[in-house]
């Protein structure tokens, strides 16, 4: 990476030489949703090794009768345990530049440039955040207005021909709820995260604006998706995170997740740093650094243990 330095990365205008704005700005930049729902896991951090184990305990089979005649003997269940493994990896980014360029610069550049790397972070930990859930084994395909596809082997093997609205959020709302009987994440809610082109086609369908007609009359000006179906649905722009998937880019990707979904194991918390300065301090560098992992706790599509369906695309 090129050093930020006065001469040659400098435009000849203004910024070196005359006057100009006092207010430096800045690139806007996508919206992060993803690691605030993730669980830090326990019992776990420095001088632990670099994998950490997690033992997942399987619930009990429900008989169909409990009830026992005198003479029964009482029947017995089995009680499984499984265990999941996250490895953690090195995470980081820096800037270089001059401090030449520091000190005749009119801003505060190391500043400006520790503002920015916070912002990348917090972009770079939603994007690892988010190929967690992708690894989730329940994949939903929505292929038509009123029609959609459950593949439950981690991949998704047909192509979404329609974009979400509100019979696909009751398909899979019933698909969590009904069949996985995943925990809710939030109350009674779970949490649906999509990509904005995902929630337009939510605030688009006749359905959701009669379902919000009593319940939120003002959700379509103010351009929320909201509570439907006991799924509350966020939208992000972090493309990163969140692909437009399907014919013709049709689709708004999105997870939408009971409780205990991803976990999080960090051996060091990502910080920025200052780099030490050399050359007799001409030259600096400033940056983020730290060793993590995310992971799906439950890699299955069993009932009773899978918590996240990834609605995508082939």
């Known amino acids: 990476m090129a050093t930020f330095q006065w001469i040659p990365d400098v435009p000849a205008g203004v910024f070196r030489n005359h006057s100009l704005s006092s207010k430096l700005r800045e690139t806007a930049l996508e919206e992060t949703k993803f690691v605030g ?5 326990p019992g776990y951090g420095k001088g632990r090794g670099d994998t950490h184990t997690i033992t997942r305990i399987a619930a009990i089979t429900e008989p169909t009768d409990i009830e026992l005649l005198e003479t029964d003997t009482v029947p017995e269940d089995a009680f499984s345990i499984s265990t999941v493994s996250f490895t953690v990896k090195e995470i980081g980014r820096s800037v270089p530049y001059t401090n030449l360029a520091d000190q005749l610069t009119t801003f505060d550049l190391s500043s400006q440039i520790q503002k920015e790397l916070r912002r990348q972070l917090a972009l770079g930990l939603d994007t690892l955040a988010a190929k967690a859930y992708r690894d989730a084994k329940v994949k939903y395909i929505p292929t038509g207005l009123s029609s959609g596809t459950f593949d439950t082997d981690g991949t998704a ?36 995260i999509f990509r904005q082109l995902g929630i337009r086609g939510m605030l688009r369908d006749p359905d959701w604006e009669q379902w919000h007609v009593y319940t939120n009359p003002e959700a ?33 990707e999105g997870f939408v997740f ?31 650094y730290g060793i993590l992992k995310f992971g799906l706790v439950w890699d299955t599509a069993n009932a009773g243990q899978a918590r996240v369906v990834h609605v995508t695309s082939a």
Request: avoid cysteine; hydrophobic fraction near 35%.
């Open 37 to 41: 729902f993730t669980r830090p896991e």
């Open 157 to 192: 093997s047909t192509t979404a021909l329609e974009n979400m609205n509100v019979f696909h959020a009751e398909e899979i709302y019933d698909y969590l709820y009904d069949t996985l009987r995943a925990p809710p994440q939030d109350g009674d809610d779970y949490i649906g």
């Open 220 to 252: 379509k000006y103010n351009g929320e998706a909201g509570r439907l179906e006991n799924i509350r649905f966020i939208t992000s722009n972090h493309a990163n995170a969140l692909r437009k998937q399907g014919s013709g880019s049709i689709l708004g």
């Open 258 to 288: 009971g409780d205990d979904n991803v976990a999080i194991i960090e051996a060091m918390k990502p910080e920025l740093l200052a780099g030490i300065p050399s050359d007799l301090g001409r030259k600096k560098l400033v940056g983020w």
